[in-house]
């Protein structure tokens, strides 16, 4: 999103990452564990949070957002109050938190940041999916409304998050077989680690079979006798 909204920006990424882009470690960048597809690119700089950078004609903050992931970070424009929010805040909730799945308490980081981020009062919000947004406070209070419910109860949070997993398949895919789609996230590390901590009484396939019914149920994907769609 990032280098949609600014197309001359140079690749950043945060300090925490460095080595395994330096390297390309695509287990370490969480690709392999969640059976994602990503080219290698090169590092040309580091976020580090607390630091000022200039991205065209303005003086950019770069702030810590740990929750989505350790080392994530966000952009803070403060003269227009433009946020680059990336998965810390979207208009309908915020990116799936995967220390927590990995048995690391993050959902207070969580927390913070969307304190954080309401502290900066920005005007306009770009995410790291969905659309630009202007309506801060209403985002604020689905996100820690979701936030809520995901401490209450964590499982709903691993359901989600698995979902999640197979909807970027799905995107990337486009269309394929049911029977590949499912052999594909029984390999997949991540599906595998939810299932054991959150959901060790349900078979895999039936599992499976469940997260990609609900993926048509709310319209997210299409179902055609043995192939599944992405929609």
């Excluded at 004609?57 to 080392?71: E, I, K, N, R, S």
């Excluded at 799936?96 to 308490?105: H, I, M």
């Excluded at 502290?119 to 604020?140: E, K, N, W, Y």
Aim: with cysteine; net charge negative.
């Amino acid at each position: 999103m990032l280098q949609q909204s600014f197309p001359n920006l140079q690749t950043w990424i945060p300090p925490g990452q460095a080595a395994f882009v330096r390297e390309w470690d695509p287990y370490a960048l969480s690709y392999v564990p969640t059976g994602q597809e990503c080219p290698p690119f090169r590092l040309d700089g580091l976020l580090q949070p607390g630091a000022e950078l200039v991205l065209g004609d303005h003086l950019w903050q770069v702030h810590a957002a740990p929750g989505h992931d350790p080392h994530s970070v966000i952009l803070f424009e403060p003269e227009a109050r433009v946020l680059v929010s990336a998965d810390a805040l979207w208009q309908n909730g915020f990116g799936v938190v995967f220390p927590e799945l990995e048995g690391e308490r993050a959902f207070e980081e969580v927390a913070s940041t969307l304190d954080l981020i309401e502290s900066l009062m920005p005007r306009i919000v770009i995410p790291g999916h969905g659309g630009v947004f202007d309506d801060v406070t209403q985002a604020l209070a689905l996100a820690r409304k979701r936030l809520d419910s995901f401490i209450r109860n964590p499982q709903k949070h691993a359901q989600h998050a698995a979902k999640v997993l197979l909807k970027f398949k799905l995107l990337e895919l486009q269309d394929v077989a049911y029977p590949v789609l499912a052999q594909w996230a029984e390999d997949t590390a991540y599906f595998r680690l939810v299932r054991e901590r959150y959901f060790p009484e349900r078979g895999m396939q039936a599992w499976i079979e469940q997260l990609t019914e609900d993926l048509v149920r709310v319209g997210a994907a299409q179902r055609d006798a043995d192939r599944v769609l992405n929609a």
